[in-house]
């Protein structure tokens, strides 16, 4: 790649009022340049990473979100659910660089979107306390900023994912999660982030096995529009397409295989959910023309 363009101050301006309002209630309000991120990995990812202790008596200070009604019925009372820390636990964002990330039809390359979805997503966590790290991959493990806190740690990220020379390459899902198993001594919270296009025949008991290692599972897709559907339109005669990962080209034309493609796309991502889904894990889906900010949060916080 020879020029990456990632635009951060607009969105960690307005992650940081999300994140503070959900810290310190709706009545919050930032003040003057030395405002300062307060509070914990629950801030950001709600009770991922964070283990069951006891249920309690629902109180006037307590967020209704909290409520678990199911057992409150039980009880004939209004409970919440307490969780406990897991203090050795780190999150980690395991970012896809591969040459499939390097595609927009609009302007926005789905790694640049990556770049700026994850670095905002450390700036928010930066002063929580937790240790959060990054590595990037393609059929291999890349970049490996180890687990820190901290706005330094911020700034590290920041600057591995602004060198166009981390970026490209060939996508083996299996051989990179393979890789990170090796270097990593322990489980995390594990954040992966990539379009999930190319994935081989075994990636799914590939994430399974993350799980029974103690993974918490947490997938983000990131999709440009044309990787899931043509645009509404008519195409005239054939197109060129091209492998993202090698040299092989192919004439098509749009027109007849549209709703064939759409099909095979949705199909793919529900399957992909679903996977996780099966690990415990999450996904959220999001594409490169729409601020991620907003289902970022609502994903994460239940925040609207």
Same mark, same amino acid.
């Given at each position: 790649?020879?020029?990456?363009?990632?635009?951060?101050?607009?969105?960690?301006?307005?992650?940081?009022?999300?994140?503070?309002?959900?810290?310190?209630?709706?009545?919050?309000?930032?003040? /003057?340049?030395?405002?300062?991120?307060?509070?914990?990995?629950? =801030?950001?990812?709600? #009770?991922?990473?964070? &283990?069951?202790?006891?249920?309690r008596?629902?109180?006037?200070?307590?967020?209704?979100?909290?409520?678990d009604?199911? =057992?409150?019925?039980?009880?004939?009372?209004? +409970? %919440?659910?307490?969780? #406990?820390?897991?203090?050795?636990?780190?999150?980690? !964002?395991?970012?896809?660089?591969?040459?499939s990330?390097?595609? #927009?039809?609009?302007?926005?390359?789905?790694?640049?979107?990556?770049?700026?979805?994850? =670095?905002?997503?450390?700036?928010?966590l930066? *002063?929580?306390?937790?240790?959060i /790290?990054? %590595?990037?991959?393609?059929?291999?493990?890349g970049?490996?900023v180890? @687990? $820190?806190?901290?706005?330094?740690?911020?700034?590290?990220?920041?600057?591995?994912?602004?060198?166009?020379?981390?970026? &490209?390459?060939? !996508?083996?899902?299996?051989?990179?999660?393979?890789?990170?198993? /090796?270097?990593?001594?322990?489980?995390?919270? +594990? %954040?992966?982030?990539?379009?999930?296009?190319? +994935?081989?025949?075994?990636?799914?008991?590939?994430?399974?096995?993350l799980?029974?290692?103690?993974?918490?599972?947490?997938?983000?897709?990131?999709?440009? @529009?044309? $990787?899931?559907?043509?645009?509404?339109?008519?195409?005239?005669?054939?197109?060129?397409?091209? $492998?993202?990962?090698?040299?092989?080209?192919?004439?098509?034309? @749009? *027109?007849?295989?549209?709703?064939?493609?759409?099909?095979? *796309?949705?199909?793919?991502?529900?399957? %992909?959910? *679903?996977?996780?889904?099966? =690990?415990? /894990?999450?996904?959220?889906?999001?594409?490169?023309?729409?601020?991620?900010?907003?289902?970022?949060?609502?994903?994460?916080?239940?925040?609207?």
């Amino acid at each position: 790649m020879k020029e990456l363009k990632i635009d951060l101050k607009p969105l960690l301006e307005k992650s940081a009022i999300i994140t503070l309002k959900n810290i310190r209630g709706p009545e919050f309000v930032m003040s /003057g340049s030395g405002s300062k991120m307060v509070g914990s990995r629950h =801030a950001l990812f709600g #009770s991922r990473g964070m &283990e069951f202790e006891k249920f309690r008596d629902f109180g006037p200070e307590d967020d209704a979100n909290r409520v678990d009604w199911v =057992a409150s019925l039980r009880a004939q009372k209004t +409970l %919440i659910r307490v969780y #406990s820390e897991e203090q050795n636990k780190e999150i980690i !964002f395991f970012v896809d660089v591969s040459s499939s990330m390097s595609y #927009s039809s609009h302007g926005k390359l789905k790694n640049e979107y990556a770049a700026e979805l994850v =670095a905002t997503s450390i700036y928010a966590l930066a *002063n929580s306390g937790d240790a959060i /790290g990054m %590595i990037t991959f393609t059929d291999k493990i890349g970049v490996k900023v180890d @687990p $820190d806190s901290g706005m330094n740690q911020f700034a590290r990220v920041v600057r591995e994912l602004s060198k166009p020379e981390a970026y &490209e390459g060939k !996508f083996d899902f299996n051989k990179a999660i393979s890789d990170l198993v /090796g270097y990593r001594k322990r489980s995390c919270v +594990l %954040i992966i982030v990539s379009d999930f296009i190319g +994935l081989k025949p075994g990636w799914e008991e590939t994430l399974k096995r993350l799980r029974y290692m103690g993974y918490e599972l947490i997938g983000i897709g990131i999709r440009d @529009p044309l $990787d899931d559907k043509f645009p509404q339109q008519h195409f005239i005669g054939q197109v060129v397409i091209s $492998d993202p990962f090698g040299s092989s080209q192919m004439l098509m034309e @749009p *027109n007849k295989i549209a709703e064939k493609y759409k099909e095979y *796309n949705k199909k793919e991502l529900e399957h %992909i959910k *679903n996977t996780f889904t099966k =690990a415990r /894990g999450d996904f959220l889906l999001l594409h490169t023309n729409e601020p991620f900010i907003e289902k970022l949060s609502k994903f994460f916080l239940g925040v609207d």
